[in-house]
């Protein structure tokens, strides 16, 4: 029977283990120790809820797929047509091309051809490496067009800790968040100053729902803490990193036993919106980098 998602690779270096995925080059398990830093799904099973995902070339989601770009209008497939959105990229369910250089590391990559909707060629990498200090993953992007190109990128690591998310403690390095309307959409940036999102210092999640982004990232990982066991996992944010969108699960069944933590370098629907949307010039390229890592406490 084939795999539905492709050849997984297993990377390992010393307490941490990997598996990454050959469809949308995706991060199926991260463990440390035995723990399980992230939460998959299993093999032999289609990936579920776009876990571990790699986001391009946009993260989150473009309302009604329609957007406006050197003076063309372009109209992208509605991949989430209950809300009238284009979702997640267009990357997560093709076939990358993987190379494993060593135990420690896997570079995958795609060629992003033209289409309807997204009529512009790029050249994909996820370069996922296992050091000391964790797993660092790098997401990158070339245009190999002959014109301008607009893109975005994110990662869509599900963190547990293998209690409910009420019980957990978050930090958001943030000095800004966007309500969101019931499509998902985002509204215009606002303080976290005096609101519920407020998660620049560590507070536990109780029963807020979250899904929205933050922005503004004022420096320092972003941390989901157990205060009854002292684990923690981070999530390092390096270049490219300009937002994060957190989600607490709730429309997943079950619901808030994990908390996604998002590394994006713009917000949802910036296709549209223009909000840190980054235009690929000819042979331009574009790196998002970060990291996620253990954290061991009393």
């Given at each position: 029977?084939?795999?539905?998602?492709?050849?997984?690779?297993v990377?390992?270096?010393?307490?941490?283990?990997?598996?990454?995925?050959?469809?949308?080059?995706?991060?199926?398990?991260?463990?440390?120790?035995?723990?399980?830093?992230?939460?998959?799904?299993?093999?032999?099973?289609?990936?579920?809820?776009?876990?571990?995902?790699?986001?391009?070339?946009?993260?989150?989601?473009?309302?009604?797929?329609?957007?406006?770009?050197?003076?063309?209008?372009?109209?992208?497939?509605?991949?989430?047509?209950?809300?009238?959105?284009?979702?997640?990229?267009?990357?997560?369910?093709?076939?990358?091309?993987?190379?494993?250089?060593?135990?420690?590391?896997?570079?995958l990559?795609?060629?992003?051809?033209?289409?309807?909707?997204?009529p512009?060629?790029?050249?994909?990498?996820?370069?996922?490496?296992?050091?000391?200090?964790?797993?660092?993953?790098?997401v990158?992007?070339?245009?190999?067009g002959?014109?301008?190109?607009?893109?975005?990128?994110?990662?869509?690591?599900?963190?547990?800790?293998?209690?409910?998310?009420?019980?957990?403690?978050?930090?958001?390095?943030?000095?800004?968040?966007?309500?969101?309307?019931?499509?998902g959409?985002?509204?215009p940036?606002?303080?976290v100053?005096?609101?519920?999102?407020?998660?620049?210092?560590?507070?536990?999640?109780?029963?807020?729902?979250?899904?929205?982004?933050?922005?503004?990232?004022?420096?320092?990982?972003?941390?989901?803490?157990?205060?009854?066991?002292?684990?923690?996992?981070?999530?390092h944010?390096?270049?490219g990193?300009?937002?994060?969108?957190?989600?607490?699960?709730?429309?997943?069944?079950?619901?808030?036993?994990?908390?996604?933590?998002?590394?994006?370098s713009?917000?949802?629907?910036?296709?549209?919106?223009?909000?840190?949307?980054?235009?690929?010039?000819?042979?331009?390229?574009?790196?998002?980098?970060?990291?996620?890592?253990?954290?061991?406490?009393?």
């Amino acid at each position: 029977m084939r795999e539905p998602s492709g050849h997984t690779l297993v990377l390992r270096h010393g307490s941490y283990a990997a598996e990454v995925v050959g469809v949308g080059a995706a991060l199926r398990s991260l463990t440390h120790d035995d723990r399980h830093l992230v939460a998959g799904w299993p093999a032999g099973e289609i990936c579920r809820d776009y876990r571990g995902w790699v986001l391009q070339p946009w993260p989150n989601r473009v309302g009604d797929g329609r957007y406006d770009f050197d003076g063309a209008t372009h109209q992208l497939p509605l991949t989430e047509p209950e809300n009238s959105n284009a979702l997640h990229g267009l990357a997560g369910w093709n076939h990358w091309e993987v190379h494993h250089p060593d135990a420690a590391r896997a570079v995958l990559r795609h060629e992003l051809v033209p289409r309807d909707g997204y009529p512009f060629a790029l050249d994909l990498t996820v370069d996922y490496h296992l050091r000391d200090d964790g797993l660092h993953v790098a997401v990158a992007a070339t245009n190999v067009g002959d014109g301008p190109a607009p893109y975005g990128a994110g990662h869509h690591p599900y963190l547990t800790l293998g209690r409910p998310a009420d019980e957990l403690e978050l930090t958001v390095p943030a000095a800004t968040w966007c309500p969101m309307d019931e499509r998902g959409l985002p509204g215009p940036s606002r303080p976290v100053d005096g609101t519920p999102y407020d998660f620049r210092t560590p507070r536990v999640i109780g029963d807020l729902v979250v899904d929205h982004p933050f922005g503004d990232l004022t420096g320092g990982p972003a941390v989901l803490r157990d205060p009854a066991s002292g684990q923690a996992t981070a999530v390092h944010l390096g270049e490219g990193c300009r937002w994060l969108h957190v989600f607490t699960c709730d429309t997943q069944e079950p619901a808030r036993q994990a908390v996604a933590i998002e590394p994006m370098s713009c917000p949802p629907d910036a296709f549209r919106t223009g909000t840190d949307l980054v235009v690929l010039e000819p042979g331009g390229s574009h790196r998002l980098a970060f990291s996620i890592a253990a954290v061991t406490g009393s």
